[in-house]
């Protein structure tokens, strides 16, 4: 299986900053990664496809960059909305995989 | 806008199956390529992908619980299922129903329901 490795597993921020999430497959996963964002009692939203492609109705302050192996997601000028849990996941291959998880809480 | 919707027992007793529903409204489940995906997520937050079905009734399923799991859709009520054989408390999660697309990751998801496993 690969796995998928976040950093850091906890970051504290303020509203207004800028925030980068990395995200590290065991191996090559070209650009096959999503990231998601969760808010506590509520399902996974999704956010990026393609390591780097926004769905629709995301802001455009989240961007996602990477290939192969290391992934970043960034989120500038950071809002309230913001703070939350981002996970990546592949789907380069069978089983899919999602990394553990990194918590943004305010500072 | 397509919505999803799991429904099944919160409580399963040890040994047993666990099943559960995803049903699916805002659209046809049988339309546009998509496959209909199982996820949990574990009490301390990791997320596990179960396995999928296509419209036409392929599924791929974790290596870790093709064993165990069952996945079924039925077209002309527009939900698809999963069946979890031989439950433990380790299979005790927040269970995910999403909708996936080749190329994508998955884009709307059910709101969840827990499922404890306990005698």
């Known amino acids: 299986d690969i796995q998928m490795t976040q950093s850091p597993s906890t970051l504290s921020a303020s509203v207004g900053d800028t925030v980068t999430i990395t995200c590290r497959a065991s191996q090559n996963i070209k650009k096959w990664l999503a990231w998601y964002q969760q808010k506590p009692g509520e399902a996974p939203k999704f956010l990026i496809y393609?390591?780097?492609n926004l769905e629709r109705g995301v802001p455009s302050r989240v961007s996602g960059s990477g290939s192969g192996t290391e992934f970043t997601l960034t989120i500038n000028n950071l809002q309230p909305d913001d703070f939350a849990t981002y996970y990546c996941?592949?789907?380069?291959?069978?089983?899919?995989?999602f990394g553990g998880g990194t918590k943004v809480d305010i500072k | 806008q397509v919505q999803l919707q799991e429904s099944g027992p919160g409580l399963v007793k040890p040994s047993e199956t666990l099943s559960l529903r995803c049903s699916v409204s805002?659209?046809?489940?049988?339309?546009?390529?998509?496959?209909w995906s199982w996820i949990r997520q574990f009490p301390r937050g990791g997320l596990e992908w179960i396995g999928y079905i296509y419209a036409g009734g392929n599924t791929y399923s974790n290596p870790s619980l093709t064993s165990r799991i069952t996945i079924s859709i039925d077209t002309s009520d527009n939900h698809f299922s999963l069946r979890l054989n031989s439950v433990t408390a380790a299979d005790t999660a927040v269970y995910y129903c999403a909708r996936g697309f080749y190329g994508s990751g998955f884009d709307h998801w059910g709101q969840g329901t827990l499922v404890t496993v306990s005698s």
């Open positions: 996941q592949h789907y380069d291959e069978y089983p899919l995989t």
């Open positions: 393609g390591a780097s």
């Open positions: 805002g659209g046809s489940i049988s339309s546009g390529g998509y496959y």
